[in-house]
């Protein structure tokens, strides 16, 4: 079990400056530990859509020093946040903070094709999430998208990621599970 009081001091600084409205911190960062375990081990940069208040993106960050990691947010003074957040973590040579929409940032030529992996946790509407983080990922790249919690519905997986429309998104789902999020593939 990873030491995560560093960690935690700088989620709470977060929280109190009101960036992260989770009740129980050490129950988000076991949530975003969902994301770790589905990054594959040979990825080297992870974008991470809509940091907000660094989760998943912090603790990706702690968990994997192997990865190189920019976190979005469109808003400055969450970005300011997250710029602090990562200086107190001493991450700041790996990981870096990149204010804008990220349908703008996606045409940015440092940024596009350039990424291993793209994590989304409460962006959007699962398609649109897809659309995107295409831009930023490299061939066979893949997006790690958190879940709601499971749907007993039948069909529920379908309404969700509807095979035509992530196909012609360029993407398919990995058959893998993984507990709390979804991985997909882009062809």
């Known amino acids: 079990m990873p030491d995560d009081a560093e960690l935690l001091s700088v989620l709470e600084s977060l929280r109190e400056r009101g960036a992260i409205g989770e009740l129980s911190l ?3 960062v ?11 081990l040979e990825a080297e ?12 993106g912090l603790v990706i960050a702690v968990r994997r020093p192997d990865l190189a990691l920019v ?14 957040a ?12 990149m204010t804008g929409d990220v349908r703008t940032l996606g045409r940015s030529t440092e940024l596009m094709s350039s990424f291993d992996v793209v994590t989304a946790r409460a ?33 529920a997986d379908e309404r969700r990621w509807p095979r035509g429309e992530l196909e012609r998104l360029g993407f398919v789902l990995d058959p893998i ?8 593939q882009h062809r």
Not at 45 to 53: E, I, K, M, V
Not at 86 to 97: K, M, Q
Request: net charge positive.
């Open 45 to 56: 940069r992870l974008l991470d859509l809509g940091s907000g208040g660094g989760l998943p």
């Open 177 to 184: 599970p993984f507990p709390h999020v979804q991985r997909l």
């Open 86 to 97: 990562v200086s107190r973590l001493g991450i700041g040579d790996r990981v870096g903070v």
């Open 30 to 40: 076991a949530h975003a530990a969902s994301f770790v375990a589905a990054i594959p």
């Open 123 to 155: 962006f959007g509407e699962p398609l649109w999430t897809l659309s995107c983080a295409a831009p930023f990922l490299g061939q066979h790249g893949l997006v790690i998208v958190s879940e709601p919690p499971v749907s007993a519905a039948v069909g």
């Open 26 to 28: 050490p129950d988000a």
């Open 71 to 84: 976190l979005t947010e469109r808003r400055e003074r969450r970005a300011d946040l997250l710029r602090l």
